[in-house]
């Protein structure tokens, strides 16, 4: 009687096993259909009978990544946590990471993170890494974020996460009015990708440092190469304040702010001015749209008329004024109405 109980209980039990291994195949086939919900239903549904540690934190975990929210997230990846070290603990520690990071709780980012740089050989170590220097900086702790991201730099070669560290670490110096080793760091960016997308913003921060350090000739270099290169990027009227605000220190003495030929407006005074608008969007939607009628040699500079700040488009600029009149009167034929400027 004895035995066949304890056969009983034995066929139970596999039977129980086998059940739940089912189970977790079908949460598995609804998670490759993106069927989240669903998938976080039925891992709700077999947890309670659950009785292997391993398969708890399987499903604590995936009840983690299908959840449609991330406190409920939270929630299971810290359950995790409570259990006794698993495969899974380090994918908790790093996502729930990820979620303080989101949600600005620097400090928990933080501790999350340390957790896993004490497991030096952790697969998210060097994740870890980004995520404690993303948390010191988000809070201005300079110097430490620096020193977290300097590491992952160098350990993570490959990594998506690079160029964003070393931004983040130019930016760090530069905070901390360290100006060179700023400049030092987003001149490696250009270096290793020239076609970056944080270009525009790499030449902004590019000026700031040189213009800090009144290096005034290299900062106008870079505003100028911000605003003639990427017009429409948000920077570029940023960097146009700077030189504006330059022109205005006397430390440049051409109100031309977007014109690269500076050597030429030094001896080419007269431009053929076409419109004078309240900000830079509306003056590059004007230049495209006298360059659709088919002006030539058009450029966007700055003036300032009483004391107020104007984004005009002109044609030239000319040695005499005789040159920017013919200019006028052939504008004039095209039904093109002109003003001649002269560069003061």
């Known amino acids: ?39 976080f239903q039925k891992l709700k549904s077999i947890l309670p009978q659950c009785k292997d540690d391993e398969e708890k934190v ?75 220097a993303q948390a010191h900086f988000c809070c201005a702790e300079y110097f430490p974020a620096i020193t977290s991201y300097k590491e992952f730099i160098n350990i993570s070669l490959d990594s998506s996460q690079r160029e964003l560290a070393m931004l983040n670490c130019g930016t760090a110096y530069y905070e901390l009015k360290q100006y060179r080793k700023a ?90 001015q076409l419109a004078a608008l309240d900000n830079s969007t509306q003056a590059h939607q004007a230049e495209d749209e006298y360059k659709n009628q088919g002006v030539k040699n058009t450029f966007i500079f700055t003036k300032s008329v009483n004391g107020k700040i104007y984004y005009a488009v002109g044609v030239g600029p000319y040695s005499t004024e005789e040159e920017a009149l013919y200019k006028k009167k052939r504008l004039a034929e095209e039904n093109i109405s002109s003003y001649v400027y002269k560069k003061p």
């Open 1 to 39: 009687m004895k035995k066949t109980i304890s056969l009983i209980i034995v066929f139970f039990s596999l039977y129980t096993i086998s059940l739940l291994g089912h189970s977790l195949s079908v949460v598995y086939s609804h998670i490759a259909k993106d069927e989240y919900a669903t998938a």
């Open 58 to 132: 399987e499903i604590l975990y995936l009840l983690g990544q299908c959840t449609d929210n991330a406190n409920d997230a939270s929630f299971y990846y810290k359950e995790i946590l409570k259990e006794k070290e698993n495969a899974y603990t380090d994918r908790a520690l790093i996502h729930l990471a990820k979620i303080s990071l989101t949600h600005e709780d620097w400090k928990a980012a933080t501790q999350y993170s340390e957790k896993l740089l004490k497991k030096t050989f952790s697969l998210y170590y060097s994740e870890a890494l980004f995520m404690k």
């Open 183 to 272: 400049i030092e760091q987003f001149s490696q960016i250009q270096e290793e990708n020239p076609n970056s997308n944080f270009n525009p913003y790499l030449l902004y921060l590019l000026g700031l440092c040189y213009e800090s350090s009144a290096e005034y000739t290299d900062a106008i270099t870079h505003y100028k190469t911000l605003t003639n290169d990427y017009p429409y990027s948000q920077y570029s009227p940023l960097a146009e304040q700077q030189l504006v605000s330059l022109i205005e220190k006397g430390h440049y003495s051409s109100s031309l702010t977007t014109l690269p030929q500076t050597d030429e407006l030094l001896e080419k005074k007269y431009i053929v």
